[in-house]
């Protein structure tokens, strides 16, 4: 493959970028990815992530991403990109664009597939449920369909019922 | 579930343990490395409090602390395998929960706030995973762990994410590391998302050609997956050390028993051994007895002294502080002994 900077030399670096949510990726060379600052020689995994998130950060206009830190544990993004531990399980959610292009670095993956805690996977269920009757709630108004949504309504109050009554 | 070191049974002679270890975190309170020492103890504290539950629990298991241990029982613990470097690093506020037979480690404020892990004898994942996952169950009745719809259960390190599941097998290789083969081995191994690492898990060093394979990913993947991933891979080394002692036996067989025997002899007679020496040398008896060549040594001889002859835990053996030197004689005099050798 060709690096899709210069045109010139083959790409041997593969670049994914994920700017304000758009997601692009990227087939270029060696030489390309130098000048792309933060990148350094030789290609260490640390430079590898450590490049491609100060080479987003400039795109991302309204948040500079060493300035991030987590509300929990204060952890800053760039405690992070040092050390490439997080400080808290609050830290994913205050990192959240950036660490994602970390995840799928690391795991080649970014959805959970395996154990559900069965305590807390039980509210995961429900709440999940619960988002899906709005939504269809919602659909059913809208395309008119009154009976269905008396239906959904009706199901929705039961549910809501059930979870008063369980805490009681 | 049965003692590795300890075990008589063998049904498989190639591979020595199976391990399952998962990573598990609390909500919201920071990872062991962002806690003091205090708060470390405050998550101990909790930990107990939720795994401490039944009679059986209290009977079956015992805590330790490492700040309250002496260095070289801390280490030892470490040589067993029982806990990992980094709580051994971590000892100002990290403890374990140990069950009776030492196949269970709960560790507490290692990288993560729990590191839950069992080794099992011989090759059998599943049945270390069930004694995990029933621990694992019991200990979410009280702790609210940090668990994200999508990412899984969180841990400290992005390589964690998901499952927090590291399946490993530790694996006899000394056919294929005569052929030469752990490089292309460990090649192999990496494109289908495992690893190969030493003795002593982590960073460590092939010695006395015992390697443990595992899993790398563990997001996207069910628990089932992983482990059916890694017997498969297991698997194949096996059949392929198998067939690589075939060869040898074939194409040399007189200069494999002089090696097998030489070592028993030299391990029988030595004066000083260092520990480097000495696993290679229970390296080759091991593979003496795997192939029915020594009939009068046990494998569960061998396997103890794995653990016997490392310094800490030799220097608890001989109740003194040994200086190096003092450590290889004591240490040839303990494998004479335990091999029935000049005394």
């Known amino acids: 493959m060709i690096c899709e900077n210069c045109g010139k030399n083959e790409a041997n670096v593969h670049l994914t970028q994920i700017i304000n949510g758009q997601k692009q990726e990227l087939n270029i060379c060696e030489n390309c990815a130098r000048d792309i600052e933060g990148f ?43 050390t490439g531990f997080l400080g808290c399980s609050e830290c994913y959610e205050s990192f959240t664009p950036y660490i994602n292009t970390v995840i799928k670095r690391v795991q080649g993956n970014t959805l959970h597939a395996g154990k559900i805690p069965q305590k807390l996977g039980k509210g995961i269920i429900e709440r999940r449920k619960f988002t899906n009757l709005k939504e269809d709630l919602k659909k059913a108004i809208a395309n008119e369909e009154f009976e269905k949504a008396a239906q959904i309504r009706d199901e929705i109050k039961s549910y809501k019922e059930g979870e008063e009554g369980g805490e009681a | ?36 020492d205090e708060k470390g103890k405050e998550v101990v504290n909790m930990v107990e409090k939720a795994f401490y539950t039944s009679a059986h629990t209290s009977e079956a298991y015992k805590s330790k602390y490492l700040w309250e241990n002496e ?90 994410l998901g499952t927090g599941l590291r399946a490993s097998v530790m694996l006899h290789l000394p056919a294929l590391s005569i052929n030469n083969e752990m490089n292309s081995m460990l090649n192999a191994v990496t494109q289908v998302g495992m690893t190969i690492r030493g003795l ?48 040898l036996m074939k194409n040399y067989k007189y200069e494999i028993e002089d090696k097998i025997y030489r070592a028993l002899g030299i391990l029988k007679s030595a004066v000083l051994l260092n520990s480097k020496e000495a696993l290679n040398l229970i390296s080759n008896v091991r593979m003496g007895i795997e192939m029915g060549i020594i009939k009068d040594v046990k494998t569960e001889t061998l396997n103890s002294l794995l653990v016997e002859i490392q310094p800490a835990t030799l220097q608890l053996i001989t109740s003194s502080k040994l200086s190096e030197k003092d450590r290889d004689i004591n240490r040839a005099k303990l494998i004479r002994n335990r091999l029935g050798g000049n005394v």
């Open chain 1, 40 to 82: 350094q020689s030789p290609f260490s995994f640390q430079n590898i992530l450590s490049g491609i998130m100060d080479y987003m950060s400039p795109a991302v206009q309204t948040v500079k991403s060493y300035e991030v830190s987590c509300k929990n544990c204060g952890t800053s993004y760039n405690d992070f990109k040092k």
């Open chain 2, 200 to 247: 002593f898990g982590e960073g460590s060093k092939s010695e006395g050609d015992l390697y443990q394979v595992s899993n790398q990913i563990t997001l996207g993947l069910t628990e089932e997956e992983i482990i059916n991933n890694l017997k498969a891979v297991v698997s194949q080394i096996i059949t392929k050390e198998e067939w690589s002692r075939d060869q």
């Open chain 2, 1 to 36: 579930m049965k003692n590795w070191l300890r075990t008589e049974e063998n049904n498989n002679d190639i591979v020595l343990s199976s391990r399952i270890r998962l990573a598990r975190n609390i909500d919201k309170i920071p990872f062991p490395d962002r806690l003091s």
């Open chain 2, 71 to 160: 260095d070289n029982i801390n280490k030892s613990y470490f040589e067993k395998h029982l806990i990992s470097a980094k709580l051994l690093n971590n000892h100002s506020k990290s403890a374990f929960i140990l069950d009776k037979d030492e196949t269970v480690s709960l560790m507490i404020n290692e990288e993560d706030h729990l590191r839950l892990q069992c080794i099992n004898a011989g090759f059998s994942l599943e049945e270390a995973y069930e004694m995990a996952e029933e621990l694992d169950n019991l200990l979410e009745e009280k702790l609210a762990y940090a668990f994200d719809e999508k990412l899984g259960y969180l841990a400290a390190c992005p390589t964690n």
